[in-house]
């Protein structure tokens, strides 16, 4: 695909593409925040973790590129069983915990990829306690939320 | 003129009286949430101090000390003192005075130590009171009196726990889970002790309406029996003479008569029907109790019991969830409601089992104490340990009914809490759910917490992050 010519025609296509791809709004990166009470969340790296590209081009954009791949999926998927499951149900819809499908969600937040990477990385109430806290690095994060976005139909 | 007056004040004596706090007589009179305690004011929960392993339990010093006692889940105490210093060296460690390895139980996440309790007169007899489950014992639950050495007075050394063991209660427990765990003393100088169903889920035993087991209970004991006696059962326990041997008589005794035969009843057994009370507390102005009754899939409930009570109280476990049906299917399922109702509950994320969500409550109750000031009167402050929020339950005597208000919701996950001193509310967190417990001492730490009157919080202290949205 040819990319006009002009440097602002060119812009423009390109954020309409990043906008049709229905996953990304603009202010989604105000979304890295705490759903308790809004306050901006700075993300810190586990000891040894590595930042990786996915991880980079995330913070800097709000795009997930886990989504839709079918190799990060099957690794949220693995993640999800082992930490999320139990609370929010195999087909995420919520047992313990609130569902993390359809549109009435606890957390409007969570409806964008930095909202519900801000949930899972900082906590929210309670038992949804911070996963960076246990351990969890921030590529693995991206990767359930890839995996939780597919449960949503 | 003056009969008149006497009618007058009679009327009025009377009508007082009926202000006084009701037990419900209709699942409509149980307060949910979204209510209002009047004259309650804003609260604030204030750090006191953290860097605890799983805090699961917290006892104020009754020694002028100002001391905090905060029980770790591994099996050790610790010593806050009255300047919100944690003491390196715990006031009591029971992991480390068994040669074979530790004496508590932890493999389970609701497995451990669970509760300190210090006798009445402390202050003279050093006497402090333990519930843990015990490893040698598999899992079985053990009461256990220690005594602190005067020369040593926030440590109790492994010598001296040796020497001044004696162990009150060993309660066999078939399942890791719903062991209860709080033990108090009353106003009336006995040990209460609150004891879960034995645990699996749906009470397969039946232990909630059976008399014959400790299990699905709130006891009462005497502890002050001489040292090769572990305890005795106080003469006025509901059930105290309920298997007495006696001359059989078929007539001349009232229907009432007998069904104070309970033949292989406990008399430790003070009220019954519980599914886990890990937490009750005693009003220290009233001497009213109010319990904490960890529900199952569905409902959370709070039950209160005027210092009136002569113990007997049937809480409803197994029929009835908080006020409904046990199983839960939906709203509007008949079925007979067994016992006295809670005077407060609130639902988890999934109301019933017809999958009705919910988001107002949260998934398990821990009563943290009872609340006489910033505006309240007897009202029973209580944290959720999955959802972080803090309620009150309180009567409301203008409106002659319960009140559930939700204070503020947090990040903690509550699990226990006591009244200080200064008759503040204590609470303690932790970092130990179900599916991410690494560990009575792996997880991260765990803090304890005050609740003031949110305009009396003092310069530069730390607030728990709340919920403003």
């Known amino acids: ?153 | 003129m003056r009969r008149m007056a006497l009618a007058v004040f009679l009327t009025a004596a009377c009508v007082g009286l009926a202000h006084a706090q009701q037990i419900p007589a209709n699942p409509a009179d149980v307060a949910q949430p979204g209510g209002k305690i009047p004259g309650a004011q804003k609260l604030a929960l204030v750090k006191v101090a953290d860097g605890f392993n799983d805090p699961v339990g917290v006892t104020a010093a009754n020694d002028g000390s100002g001391r905090i006692f905060v029980v770790e889940r591994v099996g050790r105490v610790r010593v806050v003192t009255k300047d919100g210093k944690v003491l390196p060296d715990p006031f009591l460690d029971l992991t480390n005075f068994n040669p074979l390895g530790s004496d508590v139980q932890t493999g389970f996440v609701e497995q451990g130590l669970w509760s300190i309790a210090l006798h009445p007169n402390f202050k003279d007899n050093g006497y402090v009171y333990v519930h843990y489950a015990s490893l040698p014992f598999n899992g079985a639950s053990i009461i256990a009196r220690f005594t602190v050495d005067k020369a040593s007075p926030d440590r109790i050394t492994k010598e001296q726990l040796l020497k001044s063991v004696k162990v009150l209660m060993n309660i066999p427990q078939p399942y890791y889970n719903h062991y209860g765990g709080m033990i108090a003393f009353g106003k009336d100088g006995k040990l209460y002790i609150g004891k879960g169903d034995a645990g699996w889920e749906g009470d397969p035993l039946d232990a909630g309406q059976r008399l014959d087991v400790l299990w699905g209970k709130l006891l009462r004991i005497d502890v002050d029996t001489p040292d090769d006696v572990p305890y005795s059962v106080p003469k006025d326990n509901p059930l105290a003479k309920a298997d007495k041997p006696q001359l059989m008589s078929l007539f001349g005794i009232t229907e009432q008569g007998f069904t104070a035969n309970k033949i292989g009843s406990r008399p430790e057994i003070w009220a019954y029907g519980l599914r886990n009370p890990y937490m009750f507390h005693f009003d220290q102005k009233s001497g009213d109790l109010f319990i904490a009754d960890v529900g199952q899939n569905h409902w959370e409930e709070i039950n209160y019991q005027p210092a009136s009570s002569k113990g007997g109280e049937n809480y409803g476990w197994k029929f009835n969830q908080g006020s409904y049906c046990h199983p839960a299917q939906s709203a509007n399922q008949k079925c007979p409601i067994v016992g006295v109702l809670p005077v407060a509950e609130y639902p988890h994320s999934e109301s019933f089992e017809d999958g009705t969500k919910a988001d107002t409550g949260g998934c398990s109750a821990q009563g943290l104490g009872v609340a006489n000031y910033a505006g309240m009167n007897k009202v029973y402050l209580v944290g959720d340990w999955c959802s972080g929020r803090l309620f009150g339950v309180g009567w409301d005597d203008a409106a002659k009914k319960w009140q559930l208000q939700e204070f503020m919701q947090t990040q903690l996950q509550f699990t226990a809490g006591n009244v200080d001193a200064d008759g503040n509310v204590l609470a303690v967190n932790c970092y130990c759910f179900y599916t991410a417990d690494k560990g009575p001492t792996a997880n991260p730490v765990g803090a304890l917490w005050r609740v003031l009157p949110a305009d009396k919080v003092p310069q530069g202290a730390e607030l728990a992050k709340v919920k403003t949205n």
């Not at chain 1, 306050?39 to 954009?61: H, W, Y």
Request: hydrophobic residues 40%.
């Open chain 1, 1 to 153: 695909m040819q990319l006009p010519s002009h440097p602002c025609a060119a812009a423009v296509f390109a954020a309409a593409l990043v906008l049709c791809a229905g996953a990304v709004h603009a202010d989604d990166l105000a979304d890295f925040k705490s759903p308790l009470d809004g306050s901006p969340i700075t993300f810190k790296l586990q000891s040894g973790e590595v930042e990786t590209p996915v991880v980079v081009k995330f913070k800097k954009t709000g795009v997930n590129d886990y989504r839709g791949n079918a190799e990060a999926i099957k690794d949220g998927k693995a993640l999800y069983e082992d930490n999320c499951i139990i609370c929010h149900g195999a087909d995420g819809k919520g047992k313990l915990g609130p569902t993390l499908v359809g549109d009435k969600l606890i957390y409007k937040q969570a409806k964008s990829d930095p909202g519900m990477f801000a949930i899972i990385y900082g906590g929210a109430s309670g038992a949804m306690q911070s996963f960076a806290n246990r351990g969890m690095k921030q590529d693995d994060m991206l990767k359930i939320v890839a995996y939780v976005r597919t449960l949503d139909k």
